[in-house]
């Protein structure tokens, strides 16, 4: 059973950065596709960021291209979010999300198996 531990949300200005990492526990680590998920305020859950089982194949949401950088260390078993030139928008609580049925790597929620608590991201102007 894989577990998932996010850190390194936070209070931070527009135009900063911040590097939130997920913590796996779970021996299939390496075999799971990995995703960045954020819910705002009042609005949906958004599929952000994910990354193959491997680490060589990524795919970004729009909002986010350009700006952030989803990576993995699976000997570490940990995933990273490098979220750079943050708008107020990017406020929301970010979820790190991993699928045993997607080693490519998927945008869609209902293809991930396990979850995070979340941690919050507040960009503040």
């Known amino acids: 059973q894989v577990q998932l531990v996010e850190s390194g949300g936070g209070l931070v200005q527009a135009g900063g950065s911040l590097r939130l990492s997920c913590a796996a526990s779970g021996r299939t680590f390496s075999r799971c596709a990995m995703g960045w998920f954020r819910q705002a305020p009042g609005k949906a859950r958004e599929f952000v960021a994910t990354i193959s089982g491997p680490g060589g194949n990524t795919y970004y949401a729009d909002s986010v291209k350009g700006r952030f950088t989803i990576s993995r260390d699976n000997a570490k078993n940990t995933v990273y979010l490098e979220m750079n030139s943050l708008k107020p928008e990017d406020t929301a609580d970010y979820y790190c999300?991993?699928?045993?049925?997607?080693?490519?790597?998927?945008?869609?929620?209902?293809?991930?198996?396990?979850w995070g608590q979340g941690t919050r991201v507040t960009v503040s102007s």
């Open positions: 999300a991993g699928s045993t049925a997607a080693l490519d790597g998927t945008p869609w929620e209902n293809h991930y198996d396990y």
